[in-house]
């Protein structure tokens, strides 16, 4: 089903089944009935668009009702809703993966030069509030938050490079233009993933108050929310790319399938959304979507505590925090009493740990070492990956480094597989060559400066388990060659914030980009200064050459921005592609991050009567399993 061949598509138009195929009448669900009766709803063939978007549901036509019941952790978990309610930008990728399609947008065009795309919106689409969708709630996000400095919070840079400026303009209420100052071949796809919900998530009439461009008396409204500038207070109301904020208002209309009841904010035990009445899909049979009517997501303190409801039957769909090889067992022993199954997904990391080093510390020391390629070909030789399998994933994961996997059209063997060998004799010389042979009481090597080679390792607490796991059995292993790295567990919004800001010495995330690696590109270049793999100073470089926090990057990391500039300028899919490769091959040359093992494919615990949910999904970022296969048509059988 998952090609992973992913294609430009330069003409995208409406999606093949249309409105008027549909049964005369439209249809809602059960729950809005009240409502339009009392006359405090228009009927659904007035909430809906003119062409509301078809979506053919996986298995069967569903039924209305129920509530979909789910597992946030702590208060830092945004990225469940990017991943589902909030995947439902302008385009969106089809369920194989391999072309950007229609969404919000009904159709999207590019000129020749791939410089101005036009897009097309439904007539009658409405906000959640029931105000007019239109063409000016897209513009005002590129013109006025996307590129005013004003706008504190984090932006979409991979979809809107810094230096390839975009202006917007409306034509007219449903069409609209981006225009680019050079080419961007790369836009329609990147509109496509996870990032592209961003320019529908300011409603115009609602967050425009926040802005002085909108707001003749912004100064009255910033005294009375009690806020300094438009930016804080536009962060606090509507949200930005990344944090928690975007799901902390309850009052901003939005364009999702469910609009929140009880908002995502601390202190909170549950989190709840009802559907929205307004929203633009159908089903094959006319049936206004979602099937499902509320979501609720516990918030838990641990991965555990939402295993534990999984495993009484109380979460209904999710992998994410629970889907690990050591609670694979623990699940299939109670798959009955639970009324669940274990639906298989595909992993697409490279890496299940990527050990990232801090190229560019604070600590002249530590820069000089973790700067130096030998230094990192010593650490990785010095992983006995084979235990970490073992011990960790039980036999079932294989060495790999931050590289493109076997399905992945940019795989390359050297990438995947250098220094992956456990070698400590190896390991030890090359640490001896570089300057570092002498050692403390400890048996620990010195620095420079005369100081023990001691680093602290972030890792975010409780995200993933094995992150852990495989840490505490590297760390062994390093100790072993005088290398004394020492785990550091930390909250998740204050570990991103340390990585955006380069005030670490090392941390572990996943190695993400093993399939779908062109569209993971800050894994092997540091083109992002919100999640690049390495060099975050580079990336604010590569953004602005005077901003905040940039440092001039090696000549090597040069080429790489270069190169990628022209591919981003370019829509031909082969020069692309040949450009891609010249990118990893001088990230295989520099090797400027750690991988340890792959990741064993997934799974979702997915309770029996949860139904629409396609099996070996590709569990991804740029692909946010598990909103490509539109969580809107999943539906709960009733019993």
């Known amino acids: 089903m998952f090609k992973f061949m992913l294609r430009a598509n330069m003409a995208l138009a409406v999606l093949a089944v249309a409105s008027s195929a549909l049964a005369a009448d439209y249809q809602q669900a059960p729950m809005l009935d009240d409502a339009v009766s009392s006359g405090t709803l228009p009927a659904v063939a007035d909430r809906l668009p003119a062409d509301p ?103 979409p840079d991979t979809i809107f490079p810094p230096a390839n400026k975009a202006q917007a303009a409306v034509v007219d209420d449903l069409t609209f233009t981006v225009t680019f100052e050079k080419p961007h071949g790369m836009f329609l796809q990147q509109l496509a993933g996870v990032e592209g919900n961003f320019l529908v998530t300011f409603p115009l009439a609602y967050c425009g108050k926040f802005h002085p461009a909108h707001n003749a008396d912004i100064d009255a409204t910033l005294k009375e929310l009690n806020m300094a500038s438009w930016g804080e207070a536009m962060l606090a109301k509507c949200g930005q790319m990344y944090g928690t904020e975007r799901w902390a208002n309850a009052e901003k209309p939005s364009t999702f399938a469910w609009v929140f009841e009880k908002a995502y904010v601390g202190g909170e035990a549950e989190v709840t959304m009802v559907r929205n009445p307004y929203y633009f899909k159908v089903d094959t049979a006319g ?39 050591a609670n694979r067992s623990t699940f299939a022993e109670s798959r009955e009493s639970g009324r669940y199954e274990l639906l298989p997904a595909l ?19 530590l820069k000089a070492v973790f700067a130096n390629k030998k230094f990192r070909e010593a650490l990785s ?110 909250e998740r919004t204050l570990f991103v914030s340390r990585w955006v800001a380069s005030e670490y010495d090392a941390f572990v995330w996943s190695g993400d980009g093993g399939i779908g690696s062109l569209f993971r590109p800050e894994f092997y270049v540091p083109v992002s200064t919100q999640a690049s793999s390495f060099g975050m100073p580079y990336a604010r470089w590569f953004a602005d050459p005077n ?16 190169l990628y500039r022209t591919l981003l300028q370019t829509s031909d899919p082969a020069t692309q592609a040949d450009l891609y490769k010249q990118i990893l091959a001088i990230n295989r040359d520099l090797f400027p991050v750690i991988g340890v093992t792959t990741a064993p494919d997934t799974y979702f615990v997915k309770q029996t009567n949860f139904r629409n949910v396609p099996a070996n999904m590709p569990n991804a970022w740029p692909y946010p399993t598990p909103g490509p296969a539109a969580v809107e048509q999943f539906y709960i059988e009733q019993n």
């Open 287 to 325: 049936n206004q979507l979602p099937y499902i009517d509320r979501l609720s997501m516990s918030v838990n303190e641990t991965p555990d505590e939402i295993v534990l409801k999984a495993v009484a039957g109380e979460i209904d769909l999710q992998n994410r925090h629970i889907a690990s090889l």
């Open 53 to 155: 978007l078809v979506i053919t549901p996986v298995e069967t036509v569903g039924s209305y009702g129920g509530t979909w019941r789910s597992g946030l952790l702590k208060s830092g978990d945004a990225a469940y809703f990017m991943r589902t309610v909030a995947y439902d930008g302008l385009l969106r990728w089809n369920l194989a993966w391999d072309q950007a399609i229609p969404n919000v947008a009904a159709s999207a065009t590019a000129d020749a030069e791939g410089k101005t795309y036009t897009f097309k919106l439904r007539a009658g689409m409405k906000w959640s509030d029931g105000t007019p969708f239109t063409a000016a709630d897209v513009t005002w996000v590129i013109n006025d938050l996307v590129y005013d400095a004003g706008f504190v919070g984090s932006k």
């Open 381 to 490: 030789i010095g992983i006995d990956r084979d235990r970490i399998n073992d011990v960790v994933f039980f036999g079932q994961a294989q060495p790999h480094q931050i590289a493109p996997r076997a399905a992945d059209p940019f795989y390359d063997e050297t990438m995947a597989t250098q220094f992956t060998e456990f070698d400590v004799d190896a390991a030890n010389a090359l640490l001896d060559e570089i300057g570092l042979g002498q050692r403390d009481a400890n048996n620990i090597r010195l620095l420079s400066d005369g100081t023990p080679l001691t680093f602290q390792v972030n890792v975010v607490d409780g995200m993933f388990p094995d992150w852990i796991d495989t840490l505490g059995l590297v760390i062994e292993d390093w100790k072993a060659i005088g290398v004394d790295a020492r785990i550091n567990v930390i």
């Open 347 to 365: 992993e697409t990391l490279s890496a299940s740990t990527m050990l990232s080093l801090n190229t560019e510390s604070s600590n002249p020391a």
């Open 547 to 562: 901003g905040e926090g940039a440092i001039e990057p090696p000549a090597e990391i040069k080429q790489q921005f270069e």
